[in-house]
């Protein structure tokens, strides 16, 4: 695909290509020790229910040991703690409460799933992931800028079928959040 003329054959020869550089000593024992330290919490515990929360942006937890999280499933809220029967579950836009002895977290979700799996070794620790598309502090949302969303929303021109339809799943969706945030 390259024509051959005698001006690329006076070129000199370009360098080969080489590949990324090995990381430093220092950066590569920092890399190791993110590893260790991101696992070491649930390192020695025994009987508690680990929970991964994460989306596309973040990891918030990465088997956490907890008492218990609420979800808000589409057949219902529900509460899972260590020893729950098995589940895989779709969830819809809502809070989610992660229960630590005495203290509780809320996060808001716009929609995901809950996989739930007994241990997989003797430390009788069930795991609990909830993978979401959006996942947030509810301390994080404003509901003044959610009523104004919903405003918005409502007062689009709703034309066709697809105007209908972004109106009708945006307000339920800003709906939750204002909810969410109160």
């Not at 590949?19 to 070491?40: C, Q, V």
């Not at 040991?65 to 499933?73: A, E, I, K, M």
């Not at 409502?154 to 339920?172: T, Y």
């Amino acid at each position: 695909w390259l024509k051959h003329t005698a001006h690329s054959e006076s070129r000199a020869a370009c360098p080969p290509v080489q590949g990324p550089k090995p990381p430093s000593l220092a950066s590569a024992m920092a890399l190791r020790a993110a590893r260790i330290l991101r696992f070491a919490e649930a390192a020695g515990v025994t009987n508690r229910m680990l929970l991964s929360m994460c989306s596309p942006a973040e990891a918030i937890f990465v088997k956490k040991p907890v008492d218990s999280v609420t979800v808000p499933g589409t057949e219902g809220t529900f509460t899972v703690t260590n020893n729950h029967s098995l589940i895989v579950s779709q969830l819809k836009a809502g809070v989610i409460t992660v229960r630590e002895g005495q203290e509780n977290k809320d996060y808001f979700i716009s929609d995901g799933f809950l996989f739930y799996n007994h241990p997989t070794d003797g430390s009788g620790c069930c795991t609990c992931e909830i993978s979401a598309v959006e996942l947030v502090p509810t301390s994080s949302l404003d509901k003044d800028r959610a009523a104004q969303v919903l405003s918005e929303l409502l007062a689009a021109p709703k034309d066709n079928e697809w105007d209908r339809s972004r109106a009708q799943l945006g307000a339920a969706l800003v709906n939750q959040v204002i909810k969410a945030a109160e």
